[in-house]
């Protein structure tokens, strides 16, 4: 066993004061790279060394099973092996197998490991026809609920009050879902992961001898990464401790990126309102960054609400960090592989090098850049691009319109028509999940083909090649290479090396991020990402989606106070769109301007009559198809359609946007409507 100096003096001085505050109530805001696990694991070593707590007595909460095990190996290595370090839930559950049979006499109800087949069942008892991307989108609802401490009855209004949402469904219509799937939970006799807390709860509130006997066992309590507390985690912690306030809680507001699973960074700011005799440490000494990347991640936060403790770089003074514009998101991608080679040649080991976006859909031109330079890597937390179930379906739709040969001459309308078909639109999904998700890989897609399109001789037969190729080279597996991950993903993780891409306004913050609370978790959402470089850091974005693209996109509104002066300067000023007129190209000033798309003074250069009646004709075979307007025609078309008013099927051939399928399809049709 470790002596209690010696234990002492491997800290620093905020760290110390951590270990040495062995009596509760005590605080701990623990800044990125800080220590705080060493921390932690020194002040409970410390009091077993000292003979105030016993191993037994000690309980040590965290969020993740690998934290979990991390806290318990450091544990042993201290001479502390006997205290028990668990996630909330294997905490929880260990104490329910245990009490439930003497309190109700029969069996624990068997836990499912999943939420998806019972949904489906309490979708269709509702008449809803849920595909697997909605049932995981309820699943993550009804988890936020129940951990939220929200009954069915009661989730229209609060969801409504806090402006939570599934894509496709109503509060009303989410809440009977939720209540029917409780109704077929219970009689099947199954409990998921949220129940497990809620019915540890539920017994240690009702059965006094319960309580007892838990707070018998535990007396001391430790709990890491507190800003991620759900509700219902905070009053099982308060059941936990009875009354008691012998526990130390650690965390670190500015890295609160779960809220909206439920968590809440209050119980971790309000801490010392609740205790007003707590102990409070700030840990603000970063070991793991440069100065030069502390520096950009304090001002990241510096003068928001979402600053936490003023890192303090304590590491040797490293390269400067980067911010760089790339014309479009292959070039980004084509850059930072080129970059990754570079270190790759001068000794960098490839698992010490990460590439992190906001959204798992941006991963595949970075497999792509990879794989052509022969990069190895690993996507964290997502399968790879062309392994994930919507793009294989996608890809396999393409490939059987390629062999049927309806659609040589349009190969783009055809991959959006596919697509739409599988439930893909222009415009995606309001709401976050994974019918958002689904939905960024389908685009990711449209993407790819309006890349390719570009390409002399492109058809939807080489297209559907491309993909082959691309799904081949990115297939193989390794056991180590460049890390691809989300930010969420990255939690908790650090790379010698790191690019942070994708950095432009609707990415970073996320276009769903429609309040200032949740564009604030998307700050805190860039600052983990800084956090993870301990040596260098690169920051990038696209000006335009595709080559050859406008290049419109502004670099994320977060990096307005990091950017230097001349990269500042040579972007444009933000500033509203404006609509001009299509005729002349002024400004548009009125609505009713706006809305034909042409000034007042400006005669169309199209039949508008014609071109109403196209779009009402459109409308109607839209309707019939079941399939998107755009894909029958695009406004583009009609009004040149409206324009030319050809009257043969050659004529209609010479209008750019219809190929020969599209005549074969809709050419009759059209020509009448033009007659």
Request: aromatic share 6%.
């Amino acid at each position: 066993m470790s002596s209690s100096d010696d234990l002492l003096s491997a800290l620093d001085p905020e760290q110390r004061r951590v270990a040495e505050a062995l009596r509760g109530p005590v605080r701990v805001l623990a800044g990125a790279g800080t220590g705080k696990t060493r921390a932690i694991t020194h002040r409970i070593a410390h009091g077993v060394a000292t003979g105030v707590y016993a191993p037994a007595e000690v309980l040590a909460v965290t969020f993740t099973t690998r934290a979990a095990g991390e806290m318990r190996g450091r544990l042993r290595t201290l001479g502390a092996g006997g205290v028990q370090a668990r996630t909330f839930h294997s905490a929880a559950l260990r104490q329910l197998r245990y009490f439930w049979p003497h309190v109700h006499g029969t069996e624990l109800p068997t836990l499912t490991e999943s939420k998806i087949g019972l949904l489906a069942t309490a979708a269709r008892r509702q008449r809803i026809a849920a595909d697997q991307a909605l049932l995981r989108d309820l699943a993550s609802e009804v988890e936020w609920a129940k951990v939220s401490n929200v009954h069915p009855d009661d989730y229209a209004r609060v969801a409504t009050a806090r402006g939570r949402s599934v894509t496709g469904q109503d509060p009303e219509t989410v809440g009977r879902v939720f209540g029917s799937y409780e109704e077929v939970k219970r009689g099947q006799g199954r409990m998921d992961m949220e129940d497990v807390l809620l019915l540890t709860a539920g017994i240690l509130a009702d059965d006094a001898r319960v309580a007892a006997q838990v707070r018998r066992q535990y007396k001391w309590f430790v709990v890491d990464e507190f800003q991620d507390v759900s509700p219902l985690q905070s009053a099982l912690l308060d059941l936990w401790l009875g009354g008691r306030d012998e526990i130390c809680v650690v965390g670190d507001p500015a890295q609160t990126i779960y809220s909206f699973a439920g968590a809440n960074a209050s119980y971790l700011l309000d801490f010392p309102k609740k205790f007003p005799q707590a102990t409070s440490v700030d840990l603000v000494r970063n070991y793991r960054s440069t100065p030069e990347v502390v520096a950009a991640a304090n001002t990241l936060l510096a003068r928001s609400s979402s600053r936490g403790v003023e890192l303090r770089a304590q590491r040797a003074s490293g390269p400067a960090v980067t911010y760089t514009p790339h014309p479009d998101e292959v070039a980004e991608a084509d850059a930072t592989a080129s970059a990754i080679a570079r270190l790759r040649d001068s000794g960098r080991s490839l698992a010490e090098v990460a590439v992190l976006f906001r959204i798992n859909a941006q991963s595949e031109a970075f497999e792509e850049a990879l794989s052509g330079r022969g990069i190895a890597y690993v996507v964290r937390g997502a399968k790879r691009f062309f392994e994930r179930p919507e793009v294989r379906e996608a890809v396999t739709r393409l490939r059987g319109a390629a062999r049927s040969g309806e659609a040589d001459d349009a190969m783009l309308e055809t991959v959006r028509g596919t697509l739409a078909g599988m439930g893909w639109t222009p415009e995606a999904p309001t709401a976050r999940g994974q019918t958002r998700d689904r939905w960024e890989s389908w685009q990711a897609l449209v993407n790819q083909a309006t890349e390719f399109a570009a390409t002399p001789g492109a058809d939807l037969n080489t297209f559907v090649d491309d993909l082959d190729r691309r799904a081949s080279e990115q297939h193989a597996p390794v056991a180590d290479g460049v890390t691809l991950a989300t930010f969420h993903a990255a939690k908790g993780l650090e790379w010698d090396s790191v690019f942070l891409c994708g950095l432009q306004d609707g990415t970073l913050p996320i276009t769903y991020a429609e309040t200032p609370a949740a564009v604030e978790e998307e700050r805190r959402l860039l600052y983990v990402g800084m956090t993870r470089a301990r040596v260098d850091l690169a920051l990038s974005w696209a000006l335009a989606r595709n080559p050859g693209g406008r290049g419109s996109r502004k670099p994320s509104r977060f990096l307005d106070a990091l950017l230097p002066e001349e990269t500042r300067a040579a972007e444009p000023r933000r500033q509203r769109k404006v609509a001009n007129c299509r005729e002349c190209g002024r400004p548009l000033s009125t609505g009713a301007e706006k809305k034909r798309g042409r000034c007042a003074a400006c005669p169309a250069s199209y039949d508008e009559e014609l071109f109403e009646l196209l779009r009402e004709w459109r409308r109607e075979r839209a309707g019939e198809e079941g399939v998107p307007a755009f894909v029958v025609f695009t406004d583009a078309t009609l009004q040149l359609i409206a324009e030319h008013k050809p009257r043969t099927a050659d004529a209609l051939l010479r209008i750019s946007g219809i190929g020969q399928s599209k005549l074969d399809r809709y050419g009759e049709d059209v020509l009448a409507v033009v007659g």
